[in-house]
């Protein structure tokens, strides 16, 4: 399994602290962004990462997280040329990467919290044929792609941004595909506004009967943490999870240790390297196994 973090994107919504930084670099809380969407791939078990974002930011990105040795994972880069191509170019642009595999495609402002999140995760990847999403309620479903569902409880119509949704339930920045994905990204022409939508790519899976909608009920919170509202909102509720539970989230060097990636020493020398932040003493401390782990998947 193949994993994809989308980071691109004009950060318009962010204007003017995306003038010179990829929103996905900027911090929720006390780390970047994209530590959380690449923790959800590597809660999932998923190892070789391709991180896509605009040719103003990619090297920011792998200054920021080089190849992924220090997590026992390998991160490759590549190039959106159009912040404006849309969610599904991922597919025209990871083609050779993915290969002849299923892929996980996960955006680069989303943040998944949940007890069992990791366990949904991996069930869903078990499933060799046809696409998985996570759907989760919202107040405002016109801002996003919307799934609705029949008496029996399955998925029966996806709406990118209806003026009248016909259910509260948004589709979230997390989907697992079959290796098919790749040539269904290819056929499907751009939509209205001029994008590849991942509405259509999984509309695709949904008239197939192949569509498998994951809903995320109580116990789990999702964020898009694309405008200044949601950003400090995902920044809050971080603090508070980790001030109270003394636990920190979406820590990759943890989840790395947790799955055999990397030893002990490793991340000992890791949170040495920053032992002046809390970040880096958390990760001493869980050396040390003087904190306890894995609170947030």
């Not at 911090?27 to 190892?47: E, F, H, T, W």
């Not at 998985?132 to 609705?148: C, E, H, I, L």
């Not at 405008?227 to 809050?236: G, I, K, R, V, W």
């Not at 060097?253 to 490793?266: H, K, P, R, V």
Request: glycine share 12%.
């Amino acid at each position: 399994m193949k994993g994809i973090v989308i980071a691109g994107g004009e950060g318009s919504r962010l204007a003017p602290a995306t003038a010179t930084t990829s929103k996905c670099l900027l911090s929720v809380y006390n780390k970047p962004m994209v530590y959380y969407p690449l923790s959800v791939l590597m809660l999932a078990g998923i190892r070789d990462i391709l991180v896509i974002s605009r040719p103003r930011d990619i090297n920011a990105y792998a200054t920021h997280l080089q190849d992924g040795h220090q997590w026992g994972i390998s991160i490759t880069y590549a190039e959106q040329e159009n912040p404006r191509g849309g969610i599904g170019e991922a597919f025209i642009i990871g083609r050779d990467f993915v290969g002849d595999g299923p892929c996980s495609l996960v955006l680069g402002d989303n943040l998944f919290f949940g007890q069992g999140l990791q366990n949904r995760l991996r069930g869903a990847l078990e499933r060799h044929r046809g696409a998985t999403v996570f759907a989760y309620q919202v107040r405002d479903p016109g801002k996003f792609g919307v799934v609705s569902f029949d008496e029996y409880g399955q998925a029966s119509e996806l709406i990118e941004k209806p003026a009248h949704p016909r259910s509260n339930w948004a589709v979230t920045g997390l989907y697992i595909y079959d290796n098919s994905v790749l040539d269904v990204a290819r056929d499907t022409p751009p939509g209205n506004r001029g994008e590849l939508e991942i509405t259509d790519i999984n509309c695709h899976y949904l008239q197939s009967g192949m569509l498998r909608v994951e809903r995320l009920g109580p116990g789990f919170a999702w964020f898009d943490a694309g405008t200044p509202d949601s950003l400090l909102e995902a920044s809050h509720f971080v603090r508070t999870i980790e001030r109270r539970q003394h636990q920190s989230c979406a820590v990759p060097e943890e989840i790395a240790f947790q799955n055999g990636w990397i030893d002990q020493a490793q991340l000992q020398r890791l949170g040495q390297d920053i032992r002046r932040s809390d970040y880096g003493r958390y990760l001493v401390r869980l050396a040390e196994g003087k904190a306890l782990a894995g609170s947030w998947e």
